[in-house]
């Protein structure tokens, strides 16, 4: 059971570059989410997604999107990469949205420049 | 917006000495959740709690719930360097975490 794969698990863009973040999930899981971890920030909701064609903002969604087509897969989108972009990105997933632990994949260290 | 703080940022002790790591909430919270990250890790799911002044025990590490659900704290009785990482609070369905408390545990 592989769980929550992210893939790439390390990245370097440069600034106005775009890519694609990638997540996937084994479990069946409704819900997903993207989180970033910045030092002395803790973990900020990005988006999440309740169900399959269900999207919805967090708490930093600028400068992201994403989709949630298959019920398996949650990609997130940065459009036009920036310094402040810099970061770990993780991404989880929970049986629902409340009431649920999180899984965790194992992250993305991103690094604009 | 609603914010979980989390106290102290940083906490090191010597092995064997008690630590304790605090999430306060500025509202009521329907639950919350606790969560370890090891040194160049990911977050790791430990417990939950639902119901008011609840107290949920894990071998050495103590969780309680306080009475308004407001606030939450976490306990560890005699730390081991197997405890050494950051511990998260996240409240109201994962969507607010605390910024964290990193436990350094000195042999």
């Known amino acids: 059971n592989a769980g929550v794969t992210q893939t790439p698990k390390f990245q370097v863009l440069k600034t106005g570059q775009s890519m694609t973040l990638q997540c996937a999930q084994d479990?069946?899981?409704?819900?997903m989410s993207w989180y970033r971890q910045d030092p002395g920030m803790g973990l900020r909701l990005i988006h999440y997604?309740?169900?399959?064609?269900?999207?919805d903002q967090g708490e930093v969604p600028n400068g992201y999107n994403v989709s949630r087509s298959t019920t398996e897969d949650f990609p997130l989108r940065l459009l036009s990469a920036a310094p402040s972009q810099t970061s770990v990105y993780f991404c989880?997933?929970?049986?629902?949205?409340?009431?649920?632990?999180?899984?965790f994949g194992n992250g993305t260290r991103l690094t604009v420049t | 917006g609603q914010q979980v703080m989390q106290i102290p940022q940083y906490q090191h002790v010597q092995e064997g000495e008690d630590f304790t790591t605090y999430c306060n909430s500025s509202?009521?919270?329907?639950?919350i959740q606790w969560y370890k990250q090891r040194p160049g890790g990911h977050p790791v799911f430990l417990i939950q709690?639902?119901?008011?002044?609840e107290v949920k025990k894990q071998k050495r590490l103590t969780f309680q719930f306080g009475e308004a659900k407001k606030n939450s704290s976490l306990h560890i009785t005699a730390t081991q360097t197997t405890d050494v990482g950051t511990y998260f609070c996240?409240?109201?369905?994962?969507?607010?975490f605390g910024s964290g408390t990193k436990l350094n545990v000195k042999p």
């Open positions: 989880a997933s929970s049986q629902t949205e409340y009431n649920s632990p999180l899984h």
């Open positions: 479990m069946n899981h409704e819900y």
């Open positions: 997604s309740v169900g399959a064609g269900i999207t």
């Open positions: 509202t009521t919270l329907s639950n």
């Open positions: 709690l639902v119901k008011s002044g």
């Open positions: 996240a409240g109201q369905g994962k969507f607010y």
